[in-house]
Structure formats: structure tokens, C-alpha cells
């Protein structure tokens, strides 16, 4: 498990570490980690350092004094750097003048500076970090268009400028270029940002140097699980377990017209956990023909005890579909609310009052989530801000609230958050979310708290989809969510291969 930090926190932190450090050593720190990664990137992809080009972005403030004593470094190491200097009045005044001791070509023009990143063979984004506001300006969307058109990777100093550090968003890209930087990698210092986790797309793998700043900082305000704390948590049987003991799951979904997510979700439930998985609905059929162990009834009424339900993808909306939410919600154990059950308690004022007696974790995807809130005062807009409409809903519903997408977050009604990158985005496909609600019921059943089982069942989820799309680090291919659900035990032997190597646990 790792903490992320907004920048301010970062800047509170940094304070007192800069107070007991020689001046700009910090800086010298950061950018000597960031040296060490581009020449790592300059080894793998260009087959050396020593006479390879380097051009450095350098914006007005310390990020361009990272990116200036970077380049500084790199030019000790016999890689040829040009500097561009974007705001030549504002450049870091210590950083510049390390650069220029090693006489390093410094460019202002930005038509100098165009063929010089066509050339390179690598660039630095030091063009902005922690205190961006908006998207690139000019002259950079000119530079950064021209390098990327180029096909020349970039690696980003702390944050992949023009993406907000806050918010992961980026703005619209103008008739100048890109707005905002998109990195092979990125570098950052001290304390990972929001920026990282939002938006992997933009960031690339993120490399993390440590300068000192672990004492100062406060509690995270997200966390983001590592395969390692998932495969701890994943629970397995022991000796004195039976098919009862481990927790069994109700799943209510699916209909006539829809037995496929009844069959996705039950499907995930068995193999997500051991124990027992009941089903509930009119899809029963379907739900017995391809998962013989399931015990299925028509009915919820019908369905025996369980430990949590499962309740909402293919239910409908209508009155039949509520009469379900109603039954389950009433039934006095988790609950755990997808697709037509998150619409229903967006909808019904009384249903959410109900959720919010029982420990209840809603998946909404963004249209889901806009119906969830629509009747709340001042109703959260996950533009631009996922994780703090997530943490607001939950705290306005008391639920737990997982938001999907490409990042998932997770918000507990505590305000505890905790992020989920997906390394690819091959869950964007039909159905997939029907098997994250098969997982997570059966995590919850086993007796994971909301936010826990939300945040294990996203790790495996997006895991299984990635195994499933291939060997990893090779291209993969599209895979529908039956293969999804099928890829649920690789991953979770990965993760608990993890915990095992790591920790000793995941027995
Ligand atoms: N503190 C430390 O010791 C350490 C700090 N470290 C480093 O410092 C970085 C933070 O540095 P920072 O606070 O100086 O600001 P930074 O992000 O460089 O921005 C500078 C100025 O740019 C402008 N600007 C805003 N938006 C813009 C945009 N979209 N496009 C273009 N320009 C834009 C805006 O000025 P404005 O013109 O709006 O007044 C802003 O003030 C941090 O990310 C890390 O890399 C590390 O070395 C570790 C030690
Ligand atoms: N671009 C993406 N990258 C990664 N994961 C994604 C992406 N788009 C969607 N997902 C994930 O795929 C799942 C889709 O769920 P959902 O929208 O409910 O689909 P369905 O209703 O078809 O089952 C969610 O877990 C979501 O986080
Ligand atoms: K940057």
C-alpha cells in the first residue's frame, strides 16, 4: 500500500526538510533521482548515454530548476543537453548556472528549439510541476506537439505538465498543440500526487525518488493497494472451514431479458471465494446451466440466508427490481449495489435511508453515479474532481461509493479513499462490471469491510482483464467479460503469490 498527497500537503512537508538541508538540496536530490531515470530510459531505448541528445523543457519555477540541474547532471555524464528555456526571465537561477558550468546549449527561440527535440533522443518535461494551473502555454504545445510527432519519448519531472496534480484532468487541446504533456514516464520527488493515480494514461510507469520528506507527512488522504496488501486480504479456506463458514453470497440480478449478468456476477462470485453462492431472480435457468454449484431460486424470498447480497445488474427498474433492493437491503447484512440498484436508490429517497442502516457499497459508473445524486443538495460532479465527488457522496449516502473508470476510486463514508489505476483499459468492454459485482458481493459475504472489498475486488478485477489480455508487457488483445471472469483465479494466485513473497502471508 502506498499514500498519494495533494501538493499542498506536499509543500507543508517540504517546509520543514528545506529549513534543516542546505539550500537547494532538495532540489539536487530530486533532480539527480530524475538524472538517473533518464539515463535508464536513454540506456534502454537509445542504446547508451554517453553522445546521446537530451533536450530539457524548463518552465519558470523549481520544476525548471529540476529539469535545469537534471540536465546539469546528464551533461556530466557525457549526454549531449540542449536547454529550452520557456520564461528565460524566470528560469532557476542556481539550476541554469550549474547547466551552463557544464556548457550546455541553451536556446530561447522556439524555432531553435523545435529541430532540437526532433532530434533528441529523449526529452525532460520540466515545464511545470506541483503549482500548474491549466493546460500547457505557449510556446510549449508547439514544442511538445513537435516531440511527440516526432516519436521522441518523454519523460516528465514530477508531474506530466498540463495535467492538473489535483485532478488528473487536462484540458482541451488548442490549434497550438496538446494541452498537456502525455510521458513515457514520469519522475516524482517526495511524496507521490493525486496527478499519478488519476492519470496513468498521461504519467506513463512513475518512478518514485525519495528526498526525505517521510517523517513530515501527514496521513494520506488516498492509498492505493499494492498485489501484495489485496493477496494478504483475499480470504481462503482454512482447516475448520465449510462451504457456510466462509460467508455465502446472494446474488439478485439478472431477468428475462438480461440472464447475462445474472450469469457474469454468480459466475464471479464462485470463483472469487470459496464457501457458497446463492442466486435469486428470473434468470435461474441460465444461472444453473452454466454454474451447476449455484443454488438458484426465482425468487429472493426464496433464497435462504446468505452473509451479503449482490444485488442490481439486469434487475430493471421498475417496481419488481425495487421490491428486490427492498428485500435485500432489509435483510440486515452487506449489500452490495450495481447498475439498476444504483438507479433505484438514486430514485427512491426511502432506499437510501435503508442503505445507509447496512454496511452498502455502490458501484456506479459516471451515468449511474449522476442518477445516485441527482436528488442530493448540491449533487457532486465527478468534472473535475472524481475523488472528491466520490468522498461527498458517500459521506452525504453513508455507503461506500466506488466510482468506475479507468481509475477507480473507492470512498468510504469516513472519507477514507483509495484509488485503483488500471494498468490497461481492456475493461471497457460489456459487462465487465457485472463480474466486479460478482467479486465484490463475495468479498463483503467473507466478511471484508466495504471499503476493503471494494478496493481488493477493482485490483483483481482490472487484474484478470490484463492476464487475460495477454502475457504482460507484450501488445494483448480485446477480451469480453466471460473471459474477464474467467481470468479471476490467475489473478488472484497473483496476488497472493505477492503476499506470500512479501509478507509471509496468503497461505
Ligand atoms: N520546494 C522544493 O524545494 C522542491 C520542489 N521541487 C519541484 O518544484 C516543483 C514546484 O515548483 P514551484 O512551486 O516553483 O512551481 P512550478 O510547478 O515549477 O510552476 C512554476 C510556475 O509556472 C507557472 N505555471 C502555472 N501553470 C502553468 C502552465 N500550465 N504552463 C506553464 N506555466 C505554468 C506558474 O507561474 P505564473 O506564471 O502562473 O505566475 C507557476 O508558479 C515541484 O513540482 C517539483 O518539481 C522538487 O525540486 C523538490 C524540492
Ligand atoms: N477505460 C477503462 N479503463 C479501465 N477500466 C475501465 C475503463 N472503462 C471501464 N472500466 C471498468 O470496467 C467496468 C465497467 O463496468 P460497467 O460500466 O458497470 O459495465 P457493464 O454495465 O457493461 O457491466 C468497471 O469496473 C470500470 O471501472
Ligand atoms: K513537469
Known sequence: MYGVWTPEQVGTAEEPVLARTPEGALMRRAAYGAAQVAMRMLTERAGGVTGRRVVVLVGAGNNG???????????????????????????HPAGLEALRSWSARIVTDPDDAVPAVERAHLVLDAIVGTSARGGLRAPAPRLVGATEAAGVPILAIDTPSGVDPRTGTVPEATDDGPAAVTAAETVTFGARKPVHVLARDRCGPVSFVD???????SEPPITVLEAADVGAAWPVPGPGDDKYT????????????????????????????SGMVRYAGSAADEVRAAWPEVVATDHVADAGRVQAWAVGPGLGTGD???ATLRHVLDAGVPVLADADAVTLLGAHADLRTQAA???????????????????LDDPPDPAPDRVDAARRAAAALGVTVLLKGNATVVAAPDGRVLVHPAGSSWLATAGSGDVLSGIAGALLAAGLEPFRAAGAAAFVHARAADLGAGTPGTPGAPLPASHVQAGIPDAIRTVRAAALTTTGAGR
Request: glycine content about 16%; charged content about 15%; some cysteine.
Open 246 to 273: 466462509q460467508g455465502v453470497v446472494g446474488v439478485a440480478a439478472g431477468s428475462a431479458t438480461y440472464p447475462g449478468a445474472a450469469v457474469l456476477a454468480s459466475g464471479a462470485a464462485c470463483l472469487a471465494t
Open 320 to 322: 419488481d427490481g425495487a
Open 211 to 217: 528526498i526525505g520528506l517521510g517523517p513530515e507527512l
Open 65 to 91: 530548476g529540476d529539469g535545469l540541474w537534471a540536465g546539469a547532471y546528464l551533461s556530466r555524464r557525457g549526454v549531449r543537453v540542449t536547454a529550452v528555456l520557456l520564461s528565460p526571465d524566470r528560469a
Open 357 to 375: 442502516r447496512v454496511p452498502t457499497l455502490v458501484t456506479p459508473h459516471a451515468g449511474e453515479f449522476a442518477r445516485l445524486v441527482a436528488d
